[in-house]
């Protein structure tokens, strides 16, 4: 079973997200999407949290705790959510391979490091909404 990792990192009175625009053949469209991606060798869930973090942001987080967790057996595949602290480095400098032009990834739109106030979160298209309504309670009821 494949593992997806996420990082939900609050910065600047709100949260870290990829912002997915012009991805092709997609059904929703535009949508938001926690930063993330599948683990790779031998790293713990954290460790690769981490790394994918910087990867697409460009900052450091240290992981805090793991908040959700969801497995999609048609996909066969398990993913990760863990509340991340935000340690250092400048925001959106992410050198990922989504950021490097290849046109192999030309089909999948652009990538756009923002950040969304915690009132925002609710009105955004963020996926998968299994995951975010969980979030959206528990940022109402202050629990992140």
């Not at 996420?6 to 926690?34: C, K, L, S, W």
């Not at 609710?122 to 909404?129: F, M, W």
Request: charged fraction near 35%; glycine fraction near 12%; proline fraction near 5%.
């Amino acid at each position: 079973m494949r593992e997806r990792l996420a990082g939900i990192v609050p910065i600047e009175d709100g949260f870290a997200f990829m912002h997915r625009v012009g991805v092709q053949n997609h059904p929703i469209g535009n949508y938001y999407t926690f930063p993330g991606g599948g683990r790779e060798g031998e790293e713990t869930l954290e460790e690769g949290t981490i790394r994918e973090i910087k990867e697409e942001f460009g900052i450091d987080v240290e992981v805090v705790r793991k908040l959700y967790e969801i497995e999609n057996k048609e996909k066969e595949m398990k993913e990760y959510f863990f509340l991340c602290k935000y340690i250092g480095g400048e925001f959106g400098t992410g050198t990922g391979p989504e950021f490097s032009g290849d046109p192999k990834y030309a089909h999948k739109g652009q990538y756009l490091p923002e950040i969304i106030s915690r009132e925002d979160v609710e009105n955004i298209t963020l996926l998968p909404y299994v995951i975010r309504d969980k979030f959206v309670e528990d940022i109402k009821n202050g629990r992140i």
